[in-house]
């Protein structure tokens, strides 16, 4: 059994992002969120490029990897965090925190299959890179972005359900 909700990828990435409570904090700003969005075209755009400028293109390759290692931290704490993206970002913190039972169980196959989604788009975006397949490349980064976004979609509801919001910039801490 697991020692929380989310999975043991879900936990190590987050690890490996780094992702304190200020970082969790400052992701909350939309801007942080609406922006990260934008990082999966960028990255399918860098690494297709590498058709056109060869190793040249590990040069913007290399400011999407970093670009998606800053954005967490680029922007400010919100001052509200009343809206969508922020309560998706925060929602996700409670998810990945979250001990068995806290979080109601009728979340759990929703995220499972909207990180199913996700990860098999990914995997057909990366197929689709590999072989420069424009139609695998392009279907692929669609159902992998759209898998996410229900996810975030769903983070909300589980925030919603489980962290009384009264507007302010501070994200619910949940114990450890």
Request: glycine share 8%; charged share 20%.
């Amino acid at each position: 059994m697991e020692s929380n909700e989310s999975s043991r990828l879900e936990r190590m990435t987050e690890k490996a992002m780094g992702m304190s409570d200020a970082t969790w904090e400052r992701h909350a700003n939309p801007w942080s969120g609406w922006t990260r969005v934008a990082t999966m075209p960028l990255l399918t755009v860098a690494i297709w490029c590498r058709v056109w400028i060869g190793w040249w293109s590990l040069l913007p390759i290399s400011v999407s990897v970093v670009w998606i290692w800053i954005n967490p931290r680029l922007f400010p704490p919100p001052k509200s965090l009343d809206n969508w993206m922020s309560r998706g970002v925060l929602g996700e913190q409670i998810w990945l925190r979250a001990k068995p039972g806290e979080i109601a169980s009728h979340h759990r196959p929703v995220v499972k299959s909207t990180s199913a989604i996700a990860g098999i788009g990914g995997l057909v975006w990366i197929a689709g890179l590999v072989l420069l397949d424009p139609t695998s490349t392009i279907a692929g980064m669609v159902a992998s972005m759209l898998g996410k976004l229900w996810f975030v979609d769903r983070m909300v509801w589980i925030q919603r359900e489980n962290s009384p919001l009264a507007g302010t910039a501070k994200p619910a801490r949940v114990a450890d």
